[in-house]
């Protein structure tokens, strides 16, 4: 790694979080020191831009503000102690991917069209239109079934006093149609 100082990488990850996530945001006292150990071991900052945004992704939009440097420690230890995982996906292979999803579900093609959706986030802009299609095509019978089973699963899930029931209501259904559909 081209050795900068302390403060620059720090200020560069910092930097980098708030343009991923889109807001404006410091760091806490710990997601600082993570950093500095993460500089110490001279953990190069092109490796961790890459685990920060993939991790940063796979938060729905409406979460991203709840990213913390500290989730992305494990995933680090983990990488450092095991064969490299599944690679990112290249835009060709990811436009290749949805291209079979979308000829296996019989889905109009013009929900590819996200060329106005920055490059990081296209895979999950056209997953959440490719979900969204299907539950606006899904049987009236189906939808009530797939609320039904998410009512239950809060039910048993989910103790917590302060969540949004719809949202979660509607983040189960998401995840039941992906698996559904198997995309």
């Not at 110490?40 to 991790?55: F, Q, T, Y």
């Not at 995982?85 to 000829?103: D, Y």
């Not at 095509?137 to 189906?142: F, S």
Request: net charge positive; aromatic share 8%; glycine share 0%.
């Amino acid at each position: 790694m081209d050795k900068i100082t302390q403060e620059a990488y720090i200020k560069e990850l910092t930097d980098f979080i708030k343009e991923k996530t889109g807001i404006n945001r410091f760091l806490s006292s710990k997601e600082k020191s993570l950093i500095k150990k993460f500089y110490s071991e001279n953990i190069p900052l092109e490796r961790l831009k890459k685990i920060i945004e993939s991790e940063i992704i796979s938060y729905p939009q409406s979460k991203r503000k709840k990213f913390s440097v500290l989730s992305i420690e494990k995933k680090l230890s983990h990488q450092k102690n095991s064969p490299p995982q599944r690679k990112i996906r290249s835009e060709e292979e990811s436009n290749n991917r949805w291209k079979k999803v979308i000829e296996r579900l019989n889905i109009p093609p013009e929900i590819l069209n996200v060329e106005k959706v920055e490059s990081a986030f296209r895979d999950f802009e056209i997953e959440r239109r490719v979900v969204s299609y299907l539950w606006k095509n899904l049987p009236e019978n189906e939808k009530k079934k797939l609320q039904e089973e998410a009512k239950r699963e809060i039910k048993k899930k989910f103790v917590a006093q302060n969540i949004d029931p719809k949202k979660v209501i509607k983040s189960l259904i998401y995840t039941k149609l992906k698996k559904i559909y198997n995309i």
